[in-house]
Structures are given as C-alpha cells and as structure tokens.
C-alpha cells in the first residue's frame, strides 16, 4: 500500500513539472518587451548639450555661416542582422535639396550597438536672405523608418528626432568703420580751407568755427546728435577721417559716415563706437567719393568738435 501511494507522488510530480518546463520553452521563444532591441537616433556626440548655430547676414552680400551636425543610430543590445535606419531631415523656409546629409540611412552593423556618424549640413540660405529681420529656425532630424531582417528589432518610443536651433541675426552692413585705427598708405589732410563746410541746422557756431577754419569756435549742441558734411570740390580716394574734441565728456560715443556723389543722395558705411577726445576711424577699402557726412549718433549732455581731418589714399 505504501508503495502504491509512492508511485502516485511521484508521477503527480512528474505530471506537474512536465508543462511548466514546456512553458518556459515558449516564453524564451516568444517575442516581448525584454527581448526585443530599439533603435534609438542620437547626437554623435551625445555627451555633451546640442549646439546652436548662428548666421550672419551681411546686406549686399548674403548669409554667412554654416551648419554640420552628426547624428547616429543605436540599440540597446545588438542584433542579429544589419539594420539600416533611414534618416529624413526638414527645416522651416529651407528646401529640401538644401538640406545635404551624407547619408541617407545610418547602418548599424549585426552585433554592434551603433552606426557610423550621418553628418547633415546646410550651406545654401538663399531660400532667406529676403528675410531681413532676426529670425530662428529648427533643423528637424528624425528616423524615417528602419529595414531589417532581423524580428527582434523595432523602434524606440523616445529618441526618435533631434532638434537643431539655427539663429539668424539681424541683416546689417558689412563692417566698414574700425576706430582707433590708422589707415595704412594714407596721408592725413587739414587743409579744411580748401574745402566746403555745411553743418546742420541749429548746431552753434556754424559761421565760424574751427572745424571749417573760419573761427576759433568749436561746433556744438547741448545733447543733440548732429553732422557736418565736406564738399573736397572733386572726387577723393577717402581712408579715413580723424576728429577732435575738448575732451572725452564732450565727444560722441557713436558716429556714422556716409558720402555721395552729388551731395544730395548719400550712402551710409555704418556705425561705428568712438571714444576720447581724439578719434580716428579707418575705412576696410577705399571709398572714392566728393562729398562726406559725419553723423553723431549717440552723444553726451554736451557735445561738439574741434577739427574734421580726412585720410586719403597715396595711390
């Protein structure tokens, strides 16, 4: 009798461990959440914070700058075939055949755990040089879709763009004006009798003063921005102009230049900030011009000059 119940036991046993094996055999064999491997798009450079790029835009010329920037594709855990993940990239105002990338899948090998770096670059904004304000736009980088023969691969419900912010400064001249800088094979004329003086209404001692050398008085307002303009009488290779003031309190901090030809139509070389009682301001090229204009812009309580010199070209 023993016996007998000995043998039940031990093929109830039996009887019960035989379908929990068979069950840990299908779940090993079955896909899920813990066997599957995720493809995820990541900065190459991953470890450190995405950068910004910034562009210049220089009126006459265009946009400046660039952009190049390297993503690659990763999984978790590798897999057991190639899996190529195809890259899409967009940027608002931008056409697509702008957008380069030097790929257009990233591959990540059987066995590794990520691709070769896919570099996107954008060197052509002519699609917004019209846009003259300050602008921001966003480099969008995604997975487009993956290929692969590989069951156990799929994507990732997170890392699947990469978001590139592109800012465009406002389109301004090309620097033009450099302060406290002497123009180089240039010889510095103060002859101001030789030439024709006007300054503008309300600055005093516009009859006589020193600057147009038919005085000894400066010229000068109480805080108001003002300009003087020469007439050389015919056309000069201009460098640069050097001015004086009673002292640094009583000089403007910001200047502009423009010429012309015909005195009444006038071209601005920009803004450029000054400082002291003695400013000099080299041009970047020779300007060929009869007429020149300095514009305070920016000045104290109370401003004026003294003298008004021009550097000109010894060729």
Excluded at 77 to 85: G, H, L, N, Y
Excluded at 92 to 113: C, E, Q, Y
Excluded at 307 to 314: D, F, P, Q, T
Aim: proline share 3%; hydrophobic share 40%; net charge negative.
């Amino acid at each position: 009798m023993k016996k007998f119940f000995h043998y039940i036991l031990m093929a109830a046993f039996i009887g019960g461990t035989i379908p929990f094996s068979s069950c840990n055999d299908d779940d090993e064999n079955q896909l899920n959440e813990w066997n599957m491997s995720y493809v995820s798009l990541l900065p190459a450079d991953y470890l450190r914070p995405i950068p910004s790029f910034t562009l210049k835009h220089i009126i006459d010329k265009g946009i400046e700058g660039s952009v190049e920037f390297q993503v690659m594709a990763t999984l978790q855990k590798p897999a057991s075939q190639d899996v190529s993940v195809n890259i899409d990239a967009t940027c608002d105002g931008i056409a697509a055949d702008k957008i380069v990338k030097s790929s257009d899948a990233a591959i990540i090998k059987a066995g590794d755990l990520k691709s070769e770096p896919v570099t996107i670059s954008i060197t052509d904004w002519s699609d917004i040089e019209s846009v003259e304000e300050a602008a921001e736009y966003t480099l969008n980088i995604k997975v487009k879709d993956i290929v692969t023969g590989a069951v156990e691969v799929a994507n990732s419900e997170f890392n699947q763009s990469v978001a590139v912010k592109i800012v465009k400064e406002q389109a301004k001249m090309e620097e033009f004006l450099f302060f406290n800088q002497v123009p180089e094979n240039s010889t510095l004329y103060t002859n101001a009798t030789d030439w024709d003086f006007s300054f503008m209404d309300g600055v005093e001692n516009a009859g006589a003063n020193s600057v147009a050398g038919t005085g000894g008085n400066d010229v000068a307002t109480n805080g108001v921005p003002f300009w003087v303009s020469v007439d050389f009488k015919e056309v000069k290779k201009l460098t640069g102009i050097k001015t004086s003031h009673w002292g640094p309190g009583f000089a403007p901090s910001k200047v502009e230049i423009l010429t012309s030809d015909n005195g009444s139509t006038w071209k601005s070389w920009g803004e450029v900030q000054t400082s002291g009682s003695y400013q000099t301001i080299a041009f970047k090229n020779v300007i060929e011009a009869r007429y020149l204009k300095y514009q305070m812009v920016t000045v104290p309580s109370r401003v004026e000059i003294t003298k008004l010199h021009v550097y000109m070209s010894n060729n």
